[in-house]
């Protein structure tokens, strides 16, 4: 398993090539305050390497901040990559539309990219480079524990490799939890009324999913973790001693801090969480996808 942090700065975008928008669809309630939308786009590259678990780089038009010509994104590859009917490579991923405060000014400004892609539709064209990063890679022995957490848009990569590991690799799966975590109800991505299609691939034998909401949904509100994983921390703290569980977790940056705090309380000490994660991470048991 890989544990890549890389800067922006650093990934090869030598190479681009272009893709084209088949659908572009709402997957948050018309009443939630999130615009997340999940884009379906056909790649112009019939041998497109993508592998599961990686993310492709967007190249949003307009001056950035170095000179360059296009602002670079990465986002989360949301599903199996599969064949269009024209015999391209067809992949999706899932956008949620950002804004951001100006902390001199106060004001809020929409971000770049990610308003870009929210704002494409069906037939428009846009360019891609990548794909990067290997993120999750299925445990190495059978009948493993596989814990999930994530929240906001960290469920995109986690529906592709659900769908992976039970299509592809059943006997890989002894257990596996599914923490996710959003600001309220309205923003569980693929996990409410609206769209709830996790259900279709997952073996109910297997699987199970803890939702956790923020007990105050405002943006910067940290998600209400305590509830989802401290109900289960005795069972979750042994599982960790078992050397074939592995953790991995998708999202924001904020959940590490999150984490740790709820972690150390299981531990009994930050510091002995420390020590436990920095094995689990040396060991390729905790893989973090955070951005
Ligand atoms: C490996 C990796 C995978 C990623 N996968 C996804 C993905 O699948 N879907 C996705 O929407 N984004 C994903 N991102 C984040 C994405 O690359 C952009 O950072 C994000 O869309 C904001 O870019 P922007 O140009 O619109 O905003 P900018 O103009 O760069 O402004 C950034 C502001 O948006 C906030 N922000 C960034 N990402 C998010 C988010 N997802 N939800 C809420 N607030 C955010 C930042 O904290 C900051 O305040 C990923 C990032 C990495 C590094």
Redesign the pocket.
Known sequence: MTQARTR?ADYDTAQTYTATVVASERITADTADAE?RELVLDVDRPDFPYKLGQ?IGVL?PGQAAFGQEH?F????V?DLPELGPAGRPRIK????R???IDHHSGEE???????YLCDLRPDDTLQLAGPY?L?FEPPPENAANIILIGT??GI??FRAFVKHLYAECREKVGRLWLFYGARSGLELLYMNDHRNDFTQYYDEATFEAFTALSPRPNWADPIGWDQAIAERGEELWNLLADIRTYVYVAG?EPMRDELDKIFSTLAGHPDRWQRRKAELMAGGRWVE?L?
């Open positions: 922006l997340v993310s949003a602002h994104r990465l986002y989360s949301a991923i899932c956008v949620r950002c804004s951001y400004y929409p971000g770049i990219a990610s308003n990063g993120a906001g848009t995109a990569p924001l996808l951005y």
